[in-house]
């Protein structure tokens, strides 16, 4: 398993006596008591059971340095998610953001896309800037299947060896990118919010974590291609334009085809209101007194032409449906605009709302957080401005003339 000479855990046998200081030291458990002590694969070479252990019976052998030359990996290459020849949105995000990260550092920037009869879809993806596309047209790939799929990817990785592979956070995203990080042995960011490229050409991978708390940055330094997953409704698009780049097949072998799923059939989801493509969204906090409430917002949305949406206590209090919940366990939003009606504006919100274009604040605290990332700011009680507003807009007024 380990014959490639990469780093791993090992158990002395001969020199465990097995008293479990291990197992109850380690962080991630990792470490299992059966006959034997086994190494499972959520195993981050963190050190930690070694020092514990009295006996000196674990190490770790194998190599840590970097997998291969990494001057051999150059460019971005962008894996375009389709459905029913269809692209979705997140692609023209993404391969707008791997321009960027490409000019930067004056290398091509290229898409994979998989699936079948999409040589006009990938002629089209052409048009927006691409150095060339990677087409995997095949009938197995018609339908998203895991196996194919990540062979489909890896096989491209190998071919065009790019310094950074770009993948949407949607749920085929989610499911693709780390299956395909393992086979390639690399590094993986999730769900990340905000991508830069250092000189150097390597790719600085900033997401929130602990609830939003702080924003990590995370590099991968000793292997090539650098991943992440980016979050659809962050990064700005890509444009249309001339097209100067070049359509490469790419064929793989029936073994590689195979999966062990077999798709019977396939039932669209009926068309649902989606708050990520609002162009108004109206949005409700803690500062709501009862459930009824929502209706105001709801007549506010109406008067504008827009959806409501909500913090995420109103929605574990049964207030509003899961999918209208904006911020890092919900849904990031960028609308045109965007009026937060009595809510804080605690981190975990605001991550969903930054790239927004105009925010308006309704709050009674004038220290509230939400003031600090808002455009414009009414404060005062929710109560007695949205009836106004909702009067203002029914002489024929705009939000824009108050």
Known sequence: MWGDGLAHLTIDRNRCNRCGLCLAACPFDALKMEKEIIVGDDCRLCRICIKECPQGAIAIRGRLEDRGNRSLYQGVMVVAEEFAGTIHPVTYELIGKGSQLAAASGQEVGCLLMGHNLRSQAEELLTYGLDWVYLCDHPALAHFRIEPYTACLAAAV??????????????IGRSLAPRAAVRLRTGLTADCTMLEVRPDGELV?????????????????????????????????????????RVIPLRLTETQLASSIQVLEVLPKAQEESITDAKVIIAGGRGLKRKQDMDLLRALAHSLGGQIASTRPLVEMGWVEHNRQIG?????????????????????FAAGISSCETIIAINKDRRAPIFDVAHYGFVGDLYEIIPRLLTHLGKGGRINAL
Do not use: E, W
Not at 158 to 171: C, I, M, N, Q, Y
Not at 223 to 236: G, K, N
Not at 329 to 344: F, H, K
């Open 205 to 245: 991978q900033i997401r929130p974590a602990f609830g939003g708390n702080i924003m990590a940055q995370i590099v991968t330094r000793h292997h090539r291609p650098q991943m992440a997953t980016v979050r659809y409704r962050v990064m700005d698009p890509a444009k249309a334009g001339p097209s100067r780049g």
């Open 158 to 171: 190998d071919r065009a060896k790019p310094s950074t592979v770009l993948v949407g956070a949607t749920p």
């Open 328 to 348: 890092l366990s919900g849904r990031t939003v960028r609308p045109q605009l965007l009026i937060a009606c009595g809510i804080s504006g605690a981190v975990q």
